[in-house]
């Protein structure tokens, strides 16, 4: 008697709870069939494993228990308090954890899971900056940041085609990390084997700090392709034609007041977009007499300021070029005739593109092909966009025009490369005449008339106008290098 009501209570814990380890082995069929049973939930999403879903404190299991205060719990759910330990699981006592259980929290990155591999920790570098060190030399620049995570860094370098990287990578330099993060940038001289126009893509690769990942393998193509920049020995000289509101109709009423323009300004505009446009299309260097509305230079011990730049002392911005070790030298303008009358509101067929050169540019086959290059595109956007209607007129190498007001105000004269000289026999504008006495081939832009009000209603318009001006201008450039074929 006595050994059926032990028997009996035993049975009953059995039903009640299973709390007892004793009957974990008889029990094991059933709970794995039940198991089978249930879905399982899904555990890729874009072809990485993600994180399953972790029960939060107090958030029923089972969507059909509430989990209400005094509710009933379930017998065969093995998360309920005071459930039995898996004695197959030594390493935590008393855990809930079946490694056939879906639901159980899992490492995302275990390295003996081939379905979720740990990704090796790698340092992707910005694109660099390059500029010219010489005239037989290409500086890379590049950021120090991540200097603690990385043990050398590789400077790799390709040819070009269509100003766009081709060809296979090579290793020109290993440049070894000091380890520790931020100060100067890194960088790099990449001697060439002569002066002659240069055009290479650039992009920094790194061997980890650790040195098990290194990013020149092809698996880190792809990322790190997209992080070069092109980079070329040469470098040009931008002169943002006067300062602050010169030249500007602020002052007058009605129809010649309605669009408000000043020359001082929008050069400055076309400068900051023509330094982009060469960089980022080309990799060709550039250096800018003015980055703000004011301008101050340095010149034979001397600083000048302003109006001592642009009134007098012209010549200190064209010299700036050579001081700058720079190949080329454009000075950016918008034109206006020399009537006294409706200055403002000259017709449309007035608008024309003149890009005067200075000797030096005048005397080569090569320059007068920049000119020209950049006086055809010019004119071709200004007809398309409503605000010119005369053309343009090449010009050969010491063929150009010599300049007159008759031409410069006349309507429906076509636009050309022009030349002026002064009494003396030299250039006639400052800017140009300092960077010839330097030998610096120069060449100065009007890109249309601001005393046309079609032209000012466009510059005001949006950022259109400086901008598809600047490539123009860009364009011509790299033709004149033999960086771009023929518009």
Partial sequence: MKRKIIGSILTLCML???????????????????????????????????????????EAENPRDPKQAGALENPEDPKQPGASENPEDPEQPGALENPEDPKQPEDPKDPEDPENPEEPDYTVVPKPTT???????????????????????????????????????????????DKEAGGPKNSYTNKLGSSKTQQYEYKICTLSEDQTVDTREEVYAEETDLYAALGTNIKICIDPGHYESINNNYGWSGEDGKYPYSEGAFTLKIGKALKKELKEVYGIDSYMTRTTDRIS??????????????????????RMAKKKDCDFFISLHTNSTSSSKKIWSQPKSVNKVYIFVNQKAHRSAQWMKTANAIGKSLTEYNQESGIQTTGFTKRTKNQAVLFTNLAN??????????????????????????????????????????????????????????KS??????????RGFGLADAW
């Fill in 16 to 58: 009640i709870s299973m709390p007892c380890t004793a009957f974990a082995a008889d029990d094991a069929a059933v709970a794995q069939s039940l198991r089978e049973s249930e879905p399982k939930e899904a555990a890729v999403l874009s072809g990485k494993s993600e994180m399953p879903k972790v029960q939060k404190p107090g």
């Fill in 469 to 478: 001006w600047a490539a123009c201008d860009a364009y011509g450039i790299a």
């Fill in 131 to 177: 500029s010219k060190a010489s005239a037989k030399a290409i500086r890379i620049s590049w950021d120090s940041s991540q200097d603690d995570c990385v043990d050398t860094y590789y400077v790799m370098r390709r040819g070009t085609k269509d100003n766009e990287g081709s060809g296979a990578w090579k290793t020109i330099a290993k440049v070894k990390s």
């Fill in 297 to 318: 230079l340095t010149y034979g011990g001397r600083t000048y300021v302003n109006g001592n730049l642009d009134q007098g002392n012209v010549s200190v911005r064209g």
């Fill in 409 to 466: 105000d006349e309507p429906d004269g076509n636009g050309t490369v022009v030349y002026r000289m002064n009494s003396r026999g030299s250039d006639y504008y400052g800017v140009l005449r300092g960077s010839h006495e330097d030998g610096v081939p120069g060449i100065l832009v009007e890109h249309a008339f601001h005393t046309t009000k079609a032209m000012r209603k466009l510059a005001v318009a949006s950022s259109e106008l400086y």
